[in-house]
């Protein structure tokens, strides 16, 4: 019997079916607590791309708010914190901070920093919970992830343009600029090549803007058209870009329709103030570091040697509601034409107008209503008011504009306006008015509160740069 049991002992010590099962409970336990992780860590990565992502818009949200007072809220209105557009639920106890930065990368871009925001770029941090699900068996419960992200206010391309400028060509212009070294005209030309320079003629991705045809490219994004006052004959306009030494034939003032939707003059002696339709040969591709010197408006703004451009030869003396009208009746065919892109007008001038009755067509009245001799600056302000209405955005540069003037506006809603405010009220916002105050009739108190720069030609980069939108850039950018 002894000798039965030691045997039956023997056989159980040797026999080794099922000492696996707890080697397998041990690494199912292990295996589990991987699988746990793996989900919990693979929910926290997902979770932090939903929070980053909601921090970019809402970077860039606040940014294209910019200059504007309400850019944080702007940016809380896209982030994933309470009440914002971008809120998960996986994402609990959201923080939100905002700072807006004055970068001086971006200024020497062309980006200034202006009132009342005083800075052009968004930085926005945001914080969230990440509820843990399995690793709450090892006493985790939650992850606290944060995401960081920079937003520029400008540089980003946006939609198609249609730039209506509109440049002073009365017999003041003739002055000098001191600061520009040449006359008023050959500064505010020059201005207007810089403007050239930073739009886009084509897509940024083409070799080349393609077939040139009456003016345009074949793959056109922003389009040009230059605008005068006093009006010239539509038979004698080509005097402006053919670098000829003639002046073009100065009719009195035309007066277009306020409500016209296209603008077309024709017939030699027909009155224009439009001397080049819109066109975008001004580069042959948007990366060239040159503007076209066979395009027109190339030509018309003093961008070949030997050719002057645009003539200053006056004669009208000054009235420009109804270039504010054929500018707009312009832009609006060109959008028509054009379906998704936006209109601009860029106007320059010292804001006195003051022609007299002989000098306007025989339909002026001397009601102070468009079209009329009285309250001149006045309807230029309410033709620049009816345009921002319709959806153009408006930039005025007052250049040696004074405090006091435009004689004619001695009733109606602007009775007593001066040079300096008809130009600040044509601007469709504050921040679109620049003004250079450092010319001769001009004085120190006409200044832009939202932008402060004086120089010609970084006031039309700062209008081109206008032109774009919001980028994200890197947070360490300075």
Partial sequence: MITKFKSFVRRVSKDERGQALPMVAVMMVGMLGMVAMVVDMGDVYYSFHQLQNSTDAAALAGAQSLPGSAAATAAAAYSSASGGKNVYANLQNVTITTTIKCLNTLINQGIACVAPGNGNAMQVKQTADVPMYFAQLFGVRKVTVTSTATAAMRGASSSPYNVAIIVDSTASMATQDTDCGNTRLGCALAGVRVLLQDLDPCGASLATCGTITSGNVANSVDRVSL??????????????????????????????????????????????????????????????????????????????????????????????????????????????????????????????????????????????????????????????????????????????????????????????????????????????????????????????????????????????GDFTVARLIPDSTT
């Fill in 227 to 464: 605008f005068t006052f006093p009006n010239v004959t539509v038979g004698t306009a080509s005097s402006e870009y053919d670098c000829s030494s003639s002046n073009p034939t100065i009719p009195v003032y035309s007066l277009p329709s306020a409500t016209a939707t296209t603008y077309a003059p024709t017939g030699s002696s027909t009155s224009t103030y439009q001397v080049i339709p819109f066109q975008s040969d001004y580069r042959l591709s948007d990366t060239s570091a040159s503007l076209n010197v066979g395009s027109n408006l190339t030509l018309a703004t003093g961008g070949k040697s030997g050719c002057t451009g645009m003539t200053d030869p006056g004669g009208d003396g000054t009235y420009y509601a109804g270039v504010i009208y054929a500018a707009q009746s312009a832009l609006l065919a060109e959008q028509a034409a054009n379906p998704g892109s936006a209109n601009v007008i860029i106007m320059l001038s010292d804001g006195d107008a003051n022609a007299s009755s002989s000098k306007m067509a025989g339909t002026a009245t001397n009601s102070g209503n468009y079209p009329s001799y009285n309250n001149q600056c006045g309807q230029a302000v309410i033709a620049a008011k009816a345009a921002a209405a319709a959806g153009t955005k408006i930039y005025s540069v007052a250049y040696g504009s004074a405090s006091s003037g435009c004689s004619t506006d001695t009733s109606g809603t602007y009775k007593g306006i001066t040079p300096c405010q008809t130009m600040q009220y044509i601007a469709s916002a504050p921040q679109y008015f620049f003004s250079d105050y450092n010319q001769s009739g001009s004085g120190s108190t006409c200044q832009s509160a939202s932008q402060p720069t004086t120089n010609i030609n970084q006031i039309f980069t700062q209008i081109a």
